[in-house]
C-alpha cells in the first residue's frame, strides 16, 4: 500500500512538473506582452509587470496586418481541415474493415511518410505548384496542408473506426437498415469524437504551420500569421520584443479556445447511446 501511494505521489509530482514546464513559456509571453518597454529592457525582470500596458498590442496592430493575415490562417486552417477530414474518414473506414495487404502497406506509408522532413517535399511542392499556377495562393497553400495532414489524420482516424465493434453495424443490418443508412446512423455517430480530435489536429497544425507559408506565399496581404510573426524581428536579428509577445499571444488564442470548446467531444464517451435500448 506504501509502495502504492509513494507510486502515485510520484506520478502527480512528475505530472505537475510537466504542466510548469509547458505553462512557463506561454505564462512568461503573456508577462512580456503586457510590459511597457521599460521593463522589458530591465535586468531584474519579474513575472508580473509592474506597469502592465497595451501598449504593445495597439504598436503590434499598427506595424503589421494582423487581421488579415488571421484571416488568412483561419481559412487556410479550416478548409485544410474540413477536406481532410472528409477525405480520411471513408478511407480510413475502408482500411480498418478491410485488412488487406494493400491496406496494411498504406498504413505502413501513412507512419513512415510523418518521418519525412520538411525540406525534402517543399522542392517538388513547389514545381507542382508553379505549374498549377498555385503559388503565392491560399488554395496553393491549403493543397499542401491537406496533403500534409492527411496521412497522420487517416491514422488517427484507423484507430478510432477499429474501436467501433462490427456487431453494432451487424445488428442494424439485421433489423433491416442498408450499407448507407448503418455507416450514417450508426458508425458515424459513434466517430464523431475522433472526427472532431482529427479535425482539430489538422486545423491546429495548419494555424501554427510557418515553412510552407514562408516558400509558397510572397506578398503580404495573403501570408498568414506565422509569417507575419517573423517580421517583428529586423534586418540584423533584433526582436521588437514587446509587439512580438503581444502578436504571438494573440495568435495561439483562437487554438486555445476551439480546444476548450470542443474538449468535452474528445474526451466524452466513445459509445455513449450505443446500446440499444
Known amino acids: 500500500m506504501r509502495t502504492s501511494r509513494g507510486a502515485r505521489a510520484g506520478q502527480y509530482l512528475a505530472l505537475l512538473g510537466y504542466l510548469v514546464f509547458l505553462a512557463f513559456p506561454f505564462l512568461w509571453l503573456i508577462s512580456t506582452a503586457f510590459k511597457p518597454p521599460r521593463e522589458l529592457a530591465s535586468l531584474h525582470p ?14 503590434a496592430f499598427d506595424e503589421q496586418p ?10 487556410a486552417a479550416s478548409c485544410a481541415a474540413v ?76 484507430g478510432y473506426v477499429r474501436a467501433v465493434p462490427p456487431e453494432l453495424e451487424e445488428a442494424a443490418a439485421v433489423d433491416g437498415a442498408g450499407r448507407v443508412r448503418t455507416l450514417v446512423s450508426v458508425t458515424a455517430p459513434l466517430l464523431a469524437p475522433g472526427i472532431v480530435a482529427t479535425a482539430l489536429f489538422a486545423f491546429i497544425s495548419a494555424w501554427n504551420e510557418f515553412f510552407f507559408a514562408l516558400v509558397l506565399l510572397k506578398t503580404p496581404e495573403k ?55
Do not use: C
Not at 494582423?66 to 481559412?75: D, E
Not at 510523418?114 to 493543397?143: E, T
Not at 502578436?247 to 466524452?268: C, D, E, M, N, Y
Open 83 to 158: 477536406v481532410a477530414v472528409l477525405i480520411a474518414t471513408p478511407m480510413a473506414y475502408v482500411m480498418a474493415r478491410h485488412r488487406t495487404r494493400l491496406a496494411k502497406a498504406a498504413t505502413g506509408w501513412v507512419v513512415v511518410s510523418q518521418a519525412f522532413p520538411f525540406v525534402l517535399v517543399i522542392i517538388p511542392l513547389f514545381l507542382v505548384l508553379k505549374n498549377l499556377r498555385l503559388i503565392n495562393s491560399l488554395p496553393g497553400l491549403v493543397m499542401v496542408y491537406v496533403v500534409w495532414a492527411l496521412p497522420f489524420a487517416l491514422w488517427m482516424l484507423v
Open 223 to 277: 501570408q498568414t500569421l506565422p509569417v507575419i510573426l517573423t517580421h517583428f524581428i529586423g534586418a540584423e536579428g533584433v526582436a521588437d520584443l514587446g509587439p512580438l509577445a503581444a502578436a504571438a499571444f494573440l495568435a495561439t488564442l483562437p487554438s486555445l479556445v476551439i480546444f476548450a470548446i470542443i474538449q468535452k467531444r474528445i474526451t466524452g464517451g466513445m459509445f455513449a447511446g450505443a446500446v440499444k435500448s
Open 66 to 75: 494582423l487581421l488579415q493575415a488571421a484571416f488568412n490562417s483561419l481559412i
Open 46 to 59: 519579474t513575472w508580473i509587470p509592474e506597469n502592465p500596458t497595451l501598449a504593445n498590442f495597439r504598436q
